[in-house]
């Protein structure tokens, strides 16, 4: 961080006036009036005394009223103009002019405070004289956080118009700069604020995809984050995906899913074909290699994050259990595309659990299988259980989600559940026969397994 000042001056002209000498015709005299001189000396000095004690206050400083800084300039260090496509965290070289005005009064101590703008970045305090022929004319203090105060000095309370530059060499503030095409950055100039504008180069837009799978319907919902980074998006700005792949092992466009929200609520909804942009979606048959396509066109520019939803649905998804689904969408905008990938897992579904309990009342083992938890359609399911050796099935004690059933065989010790096409998770409950000279025997403790 460099500091330069330069100043220029116009001196007031002043006439030296000298006092007339006086001098006593005799002594007689003077001692004759020195009893009235005193009295007249009380009066005067609880006169002025007043007077001395407001001009000693003032000289402590107080703060002027006048604009000290008449005008500003952001420029590159070297002093060229900043131009297009700046960085944000470019240098930069912050120039002030300045002028104490011909009308001004300024008394040695007094001070002018102003602040450097938070797009401005300032490494540590900075202090710095205004000179003017190896005079100072103030002190120009700033601490670290932009809070500037310039203190006048005896010389500058004698010279009227004087004027010149401060200047300070430093960096834009990245993180405080935001995402727009055009940044105001406010000055206290001319007693008013007034805005610099300064066109930043703009960063590519920050996205990313994510999904959710649900194992009941086979379904994904893919959710889109585009310009989390909220720089500017032209309009015109084009999001499109080839559903893949294709074939037995594919996933499709769910119809009527495709969302576009902001900030602001919803910005398009094809359920209904509501709000701004354009919707399209392709479908392509006997390609192994992709599904279809769909494309959304953004008709208005946006600075703000923009969230897309919609959903795909597995072909078949037992050709995916214990994997990832990968999808890849591409942003376009700007002249750039940029490709958003995201993936999913698809857990291999627990089919079914079976737990068994003692039961002293009955002196049965009761026997819980419940079947299909996660909800998947599944077609002509059977539950086939081989007893352990020495139990036997109470028949009258098959139920079905807690109703009496019959849809089962028992033969050779293995029980038959025959549920057919369901979509939904069932229990299936029964009792067990322990051998009838079971308690005339030891055994081991959890003999009988599930």
């Known amino acids: 961080m460099r500091i330069s000042v330069s100043t220029r001056d116009r001196i007031n002209q002043h006439e030296l006036v000298k006092e007339k000498g006086f001098t006593d015709e005799t002594d007689e005299k003077a001692d004759g009036m020195g009893g009235v001189l005193s009295i007249l000396a009380v009066v005067l000095l609880a006169l002025v005394l007043p007077f001395l004690l407001v001009t000693q206050a003032h000289a402590e400083g107080s703060s002027v009223s006048f604009p000290f800084f008449t005008s500003v300039e952001l420029t590159s260090s070297d002093g060229t103009p900043l131009g297009e496509d700046v960085a944000k965290d470019a240098p930069v070289k912050l120039t002030y002019d300045f002028k104490i005005p011909d009308d001004a009064t300024v008394n040695e101590g007094d001070t002018y405070s102003f602040t450097v703008p938070e797009q401005i970045a300032l490494s540590g305090p900075i202090t710095q004289d205004l000179m003017l022929d190896g005079q100072k004319v103030a002190t120009v203090n700033v601490t670290a956080d932009g809070v500037g105060t310039v203190t006048f000095t005896e010389f500058a309370s004698a010279h009227k118009g004087v004027g010149g530059t401060f200047s300070i060499t430093t960096r834009f ?8 095409e055009i940044v105001k950055i406010p000055f206290e100039v001319g007693g008013k604020i007034e805005y610099v504008e300064v066109h930043f180069a703009q960063p590519e837009a920050t996205n990313s995809k994510t999904g959710t799978y649900d194992a009941a319907t086979g379904t994904i919902t893919w959710t889109l984050t585009l310009n989390s980074n909220k720089t500017t998006i032209t309009a015109g700005s084009m999001l499109s995906d080839v ?18 929200t902001s900030g602001s609520g919803t910005v398009y909804d094809s359920l209904t074909s509501t709000g701004s942009g354009t919707f399209s979606y392709a479908p392509v048959v006997d390609d192994s290699s992709t599904t279809g396509s769909l494309a959304y066109e953004f008709a208005n520019a946006f600075e703000d994050v923009v969230t897309v939803t919609y959903q795909t649905k597995l072909t078949d998804p037992s050709q995916y259990f214990g994997k ?5 969408a591409t942003f ?5 595309d940029q490709d958003i990938d995201g993936k999913v897992d698809v857990p291999t579904p627990t089919y079914l659990t079976k737990t068994g309990t003692y039961n002293e009342e009955t002196g049965q083992i009761d026997w819980t299988i419940t079947f299909n938890p ?44 025959s549920a057919g096409d369901i979509d939904a998770s069932h229990t299936l409950t029964f009792s067990t ?12 403790s959890g003999e009988y397994k599930c």
Do not use: C, R
């Open 173 to 180: 503030n990245v993180e405080k700069i935001e995402n727009a």
């Open 243 to 260: 559903i893949a792949p294709g074939g037995a092992a594919g996933q499709t466009y769910v119809d009527g899913t495709f969302k576009v």
């Open 324 to 328: 990832q689904v990968t999808n890849s």
């Open 332 to 336: 376009t905008h700007d002249g750039i």
């Open 374 to 417: 996660d909800a998947l359609k599944l077609h002509n399911v059977k539950i086939t259980d081989t007893l352990p050796e020495g139990l036997s099935l109470d028949e009258d004690s098959v139920k079905l989600d807690g109703d009496a059933s019959t849809s089962f065989t028992y033969e050779n010790g293995t029980l038959t559940y």
């Open 433 to 444: 026969n322990l051998p009838e000279d079971y308690w005339q025997q030891n055994h081991d």
